[in-house]
């Protein structure tokens, strides 16, 4: 593809050569025949450095270039679009039941659904039109799968998981598994007993829910676990029994959210948070990058961080309290030295 043709397909101007592209690359892995993009000015060292033939630019650029350039209002967005145009095309799954599947003859099969090797289908299921299920994936008694969602390998949906359209779940997914209920009770003879509470409820997922590889989604001890429509769920994350996410939601990498909490509409759980459970979490509130939230946010406060959660102000005071502190000493100390002085 031709610089100005993609320049023409992304809205933008072409700047120099009109080079040949062939694929898209970022600036310091770049090399002749990649498109890159930039669109903070402080990266100014990296565009200088690049290799790239073409580099997508902010319209006001105006720092040195070394190669030609395409000028867009919106780099990022300009640049996910030409990635998408230079990138090998996804693989096409032909409608049908691959031999080595097994699936249960009273499995309910909408129209154009996929079945890939080595996936087990047991009975009671119904999978909508349009479904991908990839290789080894296990789908449990009496699960309903919407028309669009596409299943990556080696995904477990456990018995009655239900899942709405249009989702997509990633390799290594596991939905309906155990959540973490135990009592414990002591004998007369002192002797500790540990006795597993039933899980009896079930997984339920939304439309539009993507959900990230090897995260991990617990049934309910009674009811349902819910993640409600287009949440948005990041790899390896752990969610507890009887959660409710109401939707529109994002929950990165490494966070986890204990048993029956409940999260509101367009929140954002950043990686590694920790939520405690049987709290609430009101709509629109962000919960930090390692935060630990022991107690139900009423969204006064729409981003809190630190642990226990707290505002952003709380958290400088209190951090910024010792330096302070440790200054104070130091010029008192001067002070006393200039009065003993005199």
Known sequence: MKASELAKIIGGSLIGDDVEII????????????????????????????????????????????????????????????????????????????????????????????????TVIEKGVEIGDGAIIEAQVFIGEGCRIGSGTHI???????????????????????????????????????????????????????????????????????????????????NLVQIGHNVKVKGYSGLIAQSGVAGSTEIGYGCLIWAQAGISGHIKIADGVQVGPQTGVPQSLDGSIKYVIGTPAMSMKDLAAITLAPKMIQKLKAELKALKATVAAK
């Open 152 to 234: 990556y390998p080696q995904v477990t949906l456990r018995e009655g998981t239900v899942v709405g359209k249009d989702c997509i779940f990633h390799c290594g997914v596991r939905l309906g598994g155990d959540g973490y209920g135990f009592t414990n009770s002591r004998k007369s003879d002192g002797t500790i007993v540990i006795e597993k509470i039933p899980q009896l409820g079930i997984v339920e997922i939304g439309d539009g829910v993507e959900i990230g590889s090897n995260t991990t989604i617990d049934r309910a001890r009674i009811g349902r676990t819910y993640i409600g429509p287009m949440t948005k769920i990041d």
């Open 23 to 118: 694929a898209c690359a970022g600036l310091e892995e770049a090399r002749k025949g990649d498109v890159s993009f930039c669109k903070d000015p402080k990266h100014v060292a990296m565009v200088r450095r690049t290799a790239a033939s073409v580099v997508i630019l902010p319209v006001d650029w105006d720092n040195e270039c070394p190669c030609a350039s395409i000028r867009v209002a919106d780099p990022d967005k300009a640049c996910m679009a030409a990635a998408k145009l230079l990138a090998p095309p996804e693989p096409v799954r032909k409608s049908g039941v691959h031999p080595s599947a097994i699936v249960d003859p009273s499995v309910k099969i909408g129209e154009g659904v996929h079945i890939g090797p080595f």
